[in-house]
């Protein structure tokens, strides 16, 4: 059995539809929260803080699906949150929010301490409707980063194009599951040559 490999299982989140709190609103923060919201710009996201960089109201102005609450820190700050985010420099207070979110079920992502996490914010490449998720189970953020640079430049700007003719045909297919799995399956052969 090998003992190095990466046990983590990447789902992909409607963060639209769930609520999320970040605690901390300075450099990390704002780190944590730009890349939530440019993966996901429809993220509802609760900020609290009690003191909140310039460039996150920068960022949010005009966007009611994010919220700052100008403040320190309450326990009653993740009622009704689906997932947290602990995001200050003061490693205290990030345990804190950890265990009162933990009390309450909430998954949460501790910055900088891997052993406090549920999840991970990962690497992410976009095109279209494609998104692929790159994580390093906290090994080396800096490859994670450089495999999605690598990434960004080898897929076709035109993904988009073709996962939409790909729907089309799917969506045209007759027949059972396995014929419909045969036939896209023919079809997206030649992709990888």
């Known amino acids: ?29 704002l780190e944590k929260m730009s890349f939530i919201i440019k ?8 900020i609290v803080a009690p ?9 949010i102005k005009g966007k009611e699906n994010i919220t700052v609450i100008k403040r320190k820190f309450q326990p009653s700050d993740l009622d009704g949150k689906d997932l947290a985010v602990a995001a200050t420099c003061f490693q205290e207070l990030n345990a804190t ?3 009162e979110a933990k009390a309450r079920g909430i998954l949460i992502n501790v910055a900088d301490t891997p052993d406090l996490c549920d999840f991970y914010l990962g690497s992410i490449v976009t095109r ?17 980063k450089r495999f999605r640079q690598l990434l960004e430049e080898i897929l076709p700007d035109d993904t988009a194009d073709l996962l939409n003719n790909l729907k089309v045909f799917r969506d ?4 059972d599951f396995e014929y419909k799995v045969k036939k896209l399956n023919e079809l997206t052969a030649g992709l990888l040559n």
């Open 1 to 29: 059995m090998q003992t190095d490999r990466n046990p983590l299982y990447p789902i992909f989140l409607k963060l639209h539809k769930l609520q999320m709190l970040i605690v901390g609103a300075g450099e990390v923060g």
């Open 172 to 175: 045209q297919l007759k027949g």
């Open 97 to 99: 929010v950890q265990q």
């Open 51 to 59: 003191e909140v960089r310039e460039e996150i109201y920068d960022i």
């Open 128 to 144: 279209g409707n494609l998104k692929v998720a790159i994580s390093t189970n906290g090994q080396s953020p800096t490859f994670a």
């Open 39 to 46: 993966s996901s710009p429809d993220a509802q996201i609760t």
